[in-house]
């Protein structure tokens, strides 16, 4: 079950980061992170949520029920949202023109784990992501990114502190 393999995880100090479906979180008790989109955001917090600091509130308390580090919250035109208990960061997307917002979700798991076993920082792989879901939402269908792809949008679009 989830919670089992996250209280393996835990256990071997290896983070868990979850792509949240349903309204039910309570499984995903004690993960490291989870990356809802927005709507899943306002399911599992069965709220919809009009301004920032109703997201903040609403993903602060989700934290702390579920006991996880950081909610990584991918918000479309609007990029990304990292919240923890002590500190909100809004990343703007980094997509030029959106074609198909499909698999960006999937990209934007992927890259956190590639950009946390890097050993960069939450936000500096949630940056990394950000652009990397920029280029694949500007493809048409279900896309991919090449690593060149990714290299040389971080040329042009430097990860910051």
Do not use: M, W
């Not at 209280?7 to 980061?17: G, H, K």
């Not at 989700?62 to 919250?73: A, D, H, S, V």
């Not at 960061?89 to 934007?108: M, R, S």
């Amino acid at each position: 079950t989830t919670k089992k393999i996250i209280e393996l995880a835990t256990q071997a100090n290896c983070p868990v980061i979850i792509d949240p479906k349903g309204d039910d979180y309570s499984k995903y008790k004690n993960a490291t992170y989870i990356t809802p989109n927005f709507n899943e955001f306002c399911e599992a917090t069965q709220k919809k949520h009009t301004s920032e600091s109703s997201i903040q509130t609403s993903g602060k308390k989700l934290l702390t029920k579920l006991n996880i580090q950081q909610l990584i919250l991918t918000r479309s035109e609007k990029g990304i949202t990292l919240i923890n208990n002590s500190d909100i960061l809004n990343l703007p997307t980094k997509a030029k023109e959106v074609f198909d917002i499909t698999g960006a979700g999937d990209t934007v798991i992927a890259c956190i784990a590639l950009g946390l076993s890097l050993g960069l920082s939450v936000s500096h792989a949630a940056q990394l992501a950000n652009i990397a879901a920029g280029i694949v939402v500007s493809k048409l269908g279900t896309a991919t990114l090449s690593i060149e792809e990714l290299i040389n949008a971080i040329k042009n679009e430097p990860i910051s502190n």
